[in-house]
């Protein structure tokens, strides 16, 4: 005869793990719970729905929107009053409150935390409010939860999805706290490896920069630093403490001290002033992540104006971009031991030096709106899109890393991207379908349309009206509404 088995776990205790499964499993039969776990699924999923003839696109889309909704991962419990506890990786305790862990910011501030405001911001309350609990239990925001604190990649960039959430109006954060967690990130070194806070703030305070001969991965850390000091200074805008928005405003510019415009790159610069050498364009250097000065260059999203401005402007860099992605994806390992799997996917994905295998360009293609071409970002978006994705166990570009690239994904095909979070604004690009509809959680619906032939249009209505910009504000996308791209707003049937 067939046996049934019912299985409790918590993190917390025996006794909570049967509280968890008379709570979670009840009088539950398997399929029942199928049934209970089809339907969340398609609740969701449901929140966008897209129009399209072509299968594999949908396949592709939503099989991408089911990655970005499993991480971060929940791992508070309730008890047998129905009080909301946790047992804490950061400091090994029993506290109250929501708790979530599995979470790398360096990539996921990119695309998934911007894409989690718009579809689930009240699930972003309590995740950030998770975070919150972290620093209040450890001392320090996470830069990689799995579960506690890990040391992994470069920069603070809690406070990306910190600022982010909060110019865009999520409710029920502490951001008085915030803004002190992420002050504490920005001043202090936790430990050696880097995995709290900042390495190489000393020199980032002296100097303007990150000094390659003190810190390894300097060029990466002036850059993230330089755009975390942008992060701070809108919380703290938005908190009314203008002197502290002052300084990390200015503080924001310092990513000006690494662009030598003779090579036309973001270089390792030593602490007495002088340029690492020798320079390779295709070196994968200590100075950099993942990435070489191709692919890191460009990392500064909060102010792409100045980074126009020191490449020679908007034709300079149109053409570079132009370069970028059509020249030969050659590398060198540069002072990497081996072949890391970064470079075979750049190699393998033919798009020159442009590696959407992984996140340093991920908002790169935007530069091209921003230099007034929009014409070129849609074409090599579309490009990404429809030769990258792919609805197949081997169809897909790259690291995933808690659903960051699928994100990129569901953004770009509905025909909005954050370039830059801590902007409560998005960048536009024509839309991967002729008509997508974003079920808000306020209950407004968002109507994406484009003509069928409007891959390439120039004509583009938000609510009506022109918009010459290419730009969307938060606060107009959450009010519902509609934009229409390569047809007259009266031409739209949904």
């Known amino acids: 005869q067939p046996v049934t088995l019912k299985i409790g776990t918590s993190f917390i205790s025996h006794e909570q793990a049967m509280t968890n499964m008379r709570q979670e499993l009840a009088d539950k039969t398997l399929e029942q719970l199928l049934d ?29 929107l089911y990655r970005c909704l499993l991480f971060p991962r929940q791992i508070d419990e309730v008890d047998e009053h129905g009080k909301q506890i946790h047992y804490s990786p950061f400091d090994g305790q029993i506290h109250d409150g929501p708790m979530y862990t599995d979470n790398g910011f360096w990539d996921t ?14 699930r972003l309350s309590l995740i950030l409010q998770g975070w919150l609990n972290a620093y209040r239990q450890g001392g320090w925001l996470p830069k990689w939860a799995s579960p506690g604190y890990h040391h992994c990649m470069v920069g603070t960039h809690a406070a990306s999805v910190l600022a982010d959430a ?12 915030a803004l002190e967690a992420m002050l504490k990130d920005a001043t202090q070194t936790g430990d050696e490896t880097g995995g709290k806070g900042r390495l190489g703030v000393k020199h980032y ?10 810190t390894e991965h300097a060029v990466a850390r002036t850059l993230d630093f330089a755009y975390n000091d942008f992060c701070v200074a809108q919380l703290a805008a938005k908190l009314g403490k203008t002197d502290i928005e002052a300084q990390y405003r200015k503080q924001a510019q310092n990513y000006k001290h690494l ?21 390779c364009e295709f070196a994968w250097t200590r100075d950099y992540i993942e990435g070489g000065p191709w692919q890191s260059s460009w990392a500064v999203p909060h102010d792409p104006q100045g980074l126009i401005e020191l490449m020679g402007g908007d034709e300079a860099t149109v053409e570079k971009l132009e370069t970028m992605l059509t020249m030969q994806p050659i590398f060198e390992q540069g002072d990497y031991p081996r072949e890391i799997h970064e470079m075979t996917e750049m190699a393998l994905a033919n798009l020159g030096q442009y590696a959407q295998s992984n996140q340093p360009v991920h908002h790169v293609l ?17 490009r990404v899109l429809t030769e990258h994705y792919h609805a197949t166990p081997d169809g897909f570009p790259g690291d995933e890393d808690n659903g960051e690239m699928s994100a990129w994904y569901v953004l770009h095909a ?81």
């Open 36 to 64: 209970d776990g089809q339907r969340r699924w398609n609740e969701l999923l449901n929140k966008v729905e897209i129009q399209t003839d072509n299968i594999e696109q949908k396949r592709t889309f939503y099989s991408c």
């Open 259 to 279: 662009f030598d415009p003779t090579v036309g790159f973001m270089r390792g610069k030593n602490s007495d002033g002088q340029w690492v050498e020798p320079f």
């Open 166 to 177: 909060a110019v865009k109006g999520i409710e029920g954060v502490d951001w008085e706290l």
């Open 366 to 382: 935007q530069f091209f709106a921003e230099a007034g071409r929009n014409d070129r970002a849609n074409y090599w978006i579309h």
């Open 109 to 122: 501030y990119r695309t998934l935390y911007p894409l989690l405001t718009i579809l689930c911001p009240s």
């Open 414 to 494: 509905l025909g909005l991207f954050a370039m830059c979070p801590g902007k409560a604004t998005y960048n536009l690009n024509v839309p991967l379908f002729t008509l997508a509809q974003i079920h808000l959680e306020n209950g407004n619906t968002w109507t994406i349309a484009r003509d069928a032939d409007a891959t390439d249009c120039q004509a583009i209505f938000v609510n009506d009206e022109p918009c010459e910009d290419w730009k969307l504000d938060h606060a107009t996308l959450m009010r519902g509404g509609s934009i229409q791209l390569g047809m007259a707003p009266a031409a739209v049937t949904v």
């Open 205 to 214: 305070t002296q100097h303007g920069y990150v000094a390659s001969d003190q």
